[in-house]
């Protein structure tokens, strides 16, 4: 089987060659690309994939993007290795120039046999490939990302969602203490997924709900992020910042535990990883898919609203540069 070793590195050196040489920017590891010259397994492979994306129908956002890469013959298969994150890998992205080259679907990972292209999981290999299109979407363009306040609002009330629901058979909270949850989602959101140092954080976070938040509500959380929350810069602490903003009164590890009860391991590494896998899992959420061991339904309109904007405003601007091989 031909195969080729693609590096975690960024290497362009000649944009025109389009050789294999680009895979992406976060810590995915290595992975062994099957180069489209094993037609006895990609033939097989894609047949099924096209019949199944017909068979979706419709004029899905998700049907649209995914149709259009395979139009280009962009989907690719991968030998991954085995790890116990092989959940944050399941597709790898190939990149050259903030302009998609591929989509790397991990073999391993849905069951394709590598000697007839079949696999039980071609509905998830759909899913998956979207999934790796919305996180292109957000990683050729995280210049604009990082500035687009709109997106970000929506993307921190989503989580502010997740975090109420895990919450919601153990705590009653006020109407005070919700806009409290609210800003110290947004604290972290800032810290964790935008890397803001906390001065900026705070800055933002004022910029962002000071049209949503009563004046005299805002600064009173903004003060005690202020005083106590400095030293937080992850969303796995959301248990400690909102200890300090007393919305809980003990043990804030048990945030954390709710989270993974709620959203089981996959869907919960995508959280607390990058933005790009986050802002993809969202959007995958408005699909009935077994991509994740989710268990309860997490299909909102602020998901749906998310969707809509990644695709009008980055999805719809996305540049490829397929390699072809």
Request: charged share 20%.
């Amino acid at each position: 089987m031909e195969t080729k070793k693609v590096p975690t590195s960024l290497d362009v050196k000649d944009e025109k060659s389009n050789k294999i040489n680009t895979l992406l920017l976060t810590k995915e590891k290595q992975i062994a690309l099957i180069t489209k010259n094993e037609k006895q397994i990609y033939d097989p492979f894609l047949a099924q994939f096209k019949l199944y994306l017909t068979k979706l129908g419709g004029s899905t956002n998700l049907v649209k993007y995914v149709s259009h890469l395979y139009d280009l013959n962009g989907i690719y298969l991968g030998i991954g290795e085995s790890t116990a994150n092989n959940e944050l890998v399941f597709v790898r992205l190939l990149i050259n120039n903030d302009k998609l080259a591929g989509i790397i679907l991990n073999s391993e990972y849905f069951n394709i046999d590598l000697l007839t292209g079949e696999t039980d999981s071609i509905d998830s290999c759909i899913y998956a490939t979207y999934f790796g299109i919305i996180r292109a979407g957000i990683l050729c363009n995280q210049t604009t990302i990082s500035q687009d306040f709109k997106l970000h609002k929506l993307v921190i009330t989503a989580l502010y969602q997740i975090i109420l629901k895990s919450l919601s058979k153990s705590i009653n909270l006020n109407s005070s203490q919700l806009n409290g949850l609210l800003l110290g989602c947004g604290y972290l959101y800032l810290r964790h997924f935008l890397l803001k140092k906390h001065l900026i954080a705070i800055s933002n976070l004022k910029k962002i709900f000071k049209d949503t938040i009563k004046p005299d509500i805002l600064q009173l959380y903004i003060t005690k992020l202020d005083e106590k929350s400095n030293k937080s810069d992850n969303i796995t602490q959301l248990g400690l910042v909102l200890l300090d903003l007393n919305i809980i009164q003990s043990n804030p590890n048990q945030i954390i535990m709710k989270l993974i009860s709620l959203l089981g391991s996959k869907a919960f590494y995508n959280l607390i990883g990058s933005l790009d896998h986050f802002i993809a899992l969202l959007c995958i959420l408005n699909y009935q898919t077994e991509l994740y061991d989710i268990k309860v339904n997490l299909k909102t309109q602020i998901n749906k609203t998310i969707e809509t904007y990644i695709d009008s405003n980055y999805l719809d601007k996305l540049k490829y540069s397929i390699i072809h091989k």
